[in-house]
């Protein structure tokens, strides 16, 4: 027993930290290292067990011994007792003999994989509250920041934190904290971007509708280490919510003295004001956005010059997306070391997905870098939301990301390697989708999206995004060539060549990835004019396979078109003509009886056969 | 309020975390309902009158009944974390005023969590 590797878990659940877990923790591992026991004792961080009012908890293995109360004076006795085998009484906890039937959030997949750094005060405070967040640390790094480091000092941490700007493009935070430190000038700005809008990502507007604070007191901090004196957050009409959470926390902080004139004492000035976008895509681009604050069309410059050297107004600027300025906080409180403590190597800390789509568990989650997708998507998410239904791809990045499929799932989520799949990491949208998702049609909605937003200044983004709507409309209606798949990676290396900024450079991201990992979709799109999911109407029919149906009617209820007919009991038919394909009977029926088959419009052989095999 | 100083805002702090802890300002427990943007869509704001009204009705005063952000599961939202006494934080999804109406009975009233309701038990780990 004695030589048995003892794992010592202090548990991280937010009620323990509260309660003072960090120091327990730390006790143990001092306790550990001053009597040279690292080879025999592990200490760690464990979940939660559902025993908070009896915090801090700590588990011991072998043995799975709880206790409860633990203040960091314990810990030499804790550990004493286990070397020899034994168990400390005193601190022990006892289980009710009748353990809760609700499942704990260390036994949930869902939470079980969750670390919340940029969430930690997820659901914990009244976001209106500045006292609430100050209760659980708040502005306590923008403290330390102003009033014990220097302006050097604040940009060092956050470049050895190595936290990446969570936007999407994944620069590094420190060094673009670093250039713009170094730009002289008799005014430099610190700008927020909150103008998300990639369609399924909500990652921004949660941060800032239930933790505001969070946000200002990370671009307090930026302040001080680029020396700006002024601030604006950009955010989008479209979030009444956020920007009215965040224009309280600027008048509660700037009551306290937490924003205006000499912030704390230290003699650093910043004032924050919000401005609100009209959600055009492209001025979540950087120097498009600088553009619409400044009160003209939003659109995007090139650079050279860098916005750290001319940006808003000409004048140095560092624009940081609201998750990025949510995580500096901790990084000045805990240090740069901390921060490292998870992620992976060249992707520090976590990261924050908006899981949507054909998933189960659809919410916010934060988990390490560095974790398997697989893991966020059948674990943390739950699997595919609907009963016998198989993953088929992801879309990562929204309209400038890409569709990982299922053969790559094992890919683990930091922005290299996300990149190496011809996705990108993003801001954080995730959308899921089943095998009921054309692919196809998925590609045409996305570049729908960016043809729409892009902002008409460089034409090969302008004209070139339209030609390939209308070659995925052709193909999706039927009217696809030889030859349109290899017109579409022309068109998109051109764009993606040829383009002033990232909306251009990305927009075929999600046409190459799907032509890339669903190639066969598109040829039987164009060749076979056959759509086997049966999205693109044009390409496809449903029909009742009269051995599978039982005759019980549901379908012919729910049909609006009335179009199923059948006798009590005896397989249905679907009267072809006046089906408006809406998916309704293939969703409600419970049997799988209904049947995508070829084209009612087409009696192509191949797409007959093809149908016939479905 | 006065301007704060860096040592201000420790004391603050203690004072306000002193504040948050329903078991020191003499209250039994905490209820919180998650109004993000989310929240409020699957209809939070409904379930919050019905909860009040409830409450009210039974005469119950000895909890802090308040609001915070999207818990994270919007899917299952409208959503509620209750935490009495002695009890770990526990969240109750899909709300609908006949759920509510048995907690208060059963978990806010009875002190009993309701197990046939909860969705999960214990605190998020962070850090």
Known sequence: MANDLIQISVCSGTGCLDAGSLLVRTAFEDHVRSQGLEKTVAVNFGGCAGTCPQGPVVTVEPGGVLYHGVQPGDAAAIVGEHLKGGVLDRLRYEPPEEPSKIPSTGALPLYRHQVLRVLRNKGLIDPESMEEYIARDGYQGAAKALTQMTAEEVVATVKNSGLRGRGGAGFPTGLKWEFASKSVADQKYLLCNGDEGDPGAFMDRSVMEADPHSVVEGMIIGSRAIGATKGVIYVRAEYPLAVKRLQKAIDDATAAGLLGKNILGSGHDFELSIYLGAGAFVCGEETALMRSIEGKRGMPRPRPPFPAHKGLWDKPTVLNNVETYANVPPILLHGADWYRSLGTQKSAGTKVFALTGAIKNVGLVEVPMGIPLRTIIYEVGGGIGKKNKKFKAVQMGGPSGGCIPEHLLDTAVDFDSINATGAIMGSGGMVVMDEDNCMVSLAKFFLGFTADESCGKCPPCRVGTRVMLDLLTDITEGRGKPGDIETLIDICDDIKNTSLCGLGQTAPNPVLTTIRYFRDEYESHIHDKWCKTGICRDLASFEIDPEICTGCGVCARACPQEAIVGEKKKPHRIIQELCIQCRTCYDKCKFNSIQIKASRKLTGVAAAAEGGKH | ?127
Not at chain 2, 100 to 124: D, N, R, T
């Open chain 2, 1 to 127: 309020m006065s301007k704060l100083t860096a040592e201000d805002l420790v004391r603050l702090r203690d004072k306000a975390r002193a504040a948050m802890d329903f078991e020191k300002q003499g209250y039994r427990g905490k209820v919180v309902m998650h109004t993000g943007t989310c929240g409020i869509a699957a209809g939070a704001e409904k379930v919050m009158a019905v909860l009040t009204a409830e409450l009210k009705e039974r005469n119950v005063t000895d909890l802090v009944v308040t609001t915070s952000g999207c818990a994270g599961i919007c899917s299952r939202e409208p959503l509620m974390t209750v935490q009495l006494k002695g009890q770990s934080p526990v969240k109750y999804t899909e709300l609908t005023e006949a759920k509510v109406k048995s907690i208060v009975e059963e978990h806010l009233v009875g002190g009993q969590p309701v197990e046939k309701l909860a969705f999960v038990m214990g605190c998020e780990a962070a850090y």
